[in-house]
């Protein structure tokens, strides 16, 4: 498991929960993983209380599940919530890249083209990780550029589903399909066009219906039958 450094006053229970996410969907902890909070407080230098705390705030999102008497398991990936957190994205990402469009300044759209570039510097590096780094800052930077990073933090709450398909396609599908996506999420941008934008942006976001089943052929032991 990866820990990294607490922010400042970060609590410890919204420090476990940070941490246990970001494991979950870089599939450090893997669907069906046993969790011991015994482990992971002391992992990240914690008590176990804030360690309990924020498994069960985890678990009110369904992305880990408790058992009276026998701990904590992560739970599988359950395509029906992947399709739940995916119109939440469409529902938000469509608007806010319209935002976008209208209000981008040069020096916003540059950092738009930067990102793509690193992505696809990354990719032709084999840098997985770093990779899906630059696809999470891409569609951060475009709600920083609307003004509505109230609306992305929400948006975190549930997407962790689609986040863990998401990192399972970076390693295991070889068509980086949505690099291509976000260059043309960019381009349309650049070009202030809302309606190509828009377009893009749902086709970037449906992407993970064409992954689905090489996902389920690689990993069938991560899904949900």
Not at 56 to 74: C, F, H, T
Not at 112 to 127: M, P, R, W
């Amino acid at each position: 498991m990866q820990v990294t450094e607490r922010y400042p006053n970060e609590s410890g229970r919204d420090y476990a929960k940070r941490i246990i996410r970001e494991n979950i969907i870089r599939l450090e902890l893997e669907p069906g993983a046993v969790i011991s909070d015994r482990e992971l407080a002391a992992s990240m230098n914690l008590s176990r209380t804030p360690v309990r705390e924020a498994l069960l705030d985890l678990a009110k999102v369904k992305i880990v599940e408790i058992y009276p008497q026998r701990g904590s398991v992560v739970a599988p990936i359950d395509y029906g919530m992947v399709e739940e957190a995916q119109f939440i994205r469409s529902v938000l990402e469509t608007a806010v890249v319209r935002l976008v469009c209208g209000q981008a300044s040069v020096e916003q759209t540059e950092q738009l083209q930067e990102n793509v570039a690193l992505q696809e510097f990354y990719y032709q590096h084999g840098s997985s990780e770093r990779l899906l780094e630059m696809d999470d800052e891409f569609h951060k930077l475009l709600f920083q550029i609307a003004g509505r990073m109230q609306a992305y933090e929400m948006m975190k709450s549930i997407t962790v589903h689609f986040d863990r398909v998401r990192s399972l396609a970076v390693v295991g599908v070889k068509e980086k399909l949505w690099i291509g996506d976000h260059r043309k999420i960019f381009e349309a941008v650049a070009a202030h066009d809302g309606d190509q934008a828009v377009k893009q942006m749902e086709i970037h976001l449906s992407r993970y219906k064409v992954d689905e089943d090489a996902l389920r052929k690689l990993y069938p032991q991560y899904f949900q039958p």
